[in-house]
């Protein structure tokens, strides 16, 4: 499945690249329980509706954020 591209209406030309759950799993190799982790320390998401399964897409721009706030080098 592709990730879900949306290209705002604000004059911005950046397309906003949006990604669920399973792919973002399989993008960055981590398990479900990691990005609930990743999502309790702080990393941004969008969730459509009010429901305890309501659709939830990651932004590409958070994810690359979080990732690199969180690089470590020795």
Same mark, same amino acid.
């Given at each position: 499945?592709?990730?879900?591209?949306?290209?705002?209406?604000? %004059?911005? /030309?950046?397309?906003?690249?949006?990604?669920? !759950?399973?792919?973002? @799993?399989? !993008?960055? /190799?981590?398990?479900?329980?990691?990005?609930?982790?990743?999502? /309790?320390? %702080?990393?941004?998401?969008?969730?459509?509706?009010?429901?305890?399964?309501?659709?939830?897409?990651?932004?590409?721009?958070?994810?690359?954020?979080?990732?690199? !706030?969180?690089?470590?080098? @020795?």
């Amino acid at each position: 499945m592709e990730p879900f591209s949306i290209i705002p209406k604000n %004059g911005n /030309n950046e397309i906003d690249i949006l990604y669920n !759950k399973k792919q973002v @799993l399989q !993008k960055y /190799n981590i398990s479900s329980m990691t990005l609930e982790k990743w999502k /309790n320390e %702080g990393l941004q998401y969008y969730k459509f509706g009010q429901s305890k399964t309501s659709m939830i897409k990651y932004k590409k721009k958070h994810l690359d954020d979080f990732v690199e !706030k969180h690089l470590v080098t @020795l």
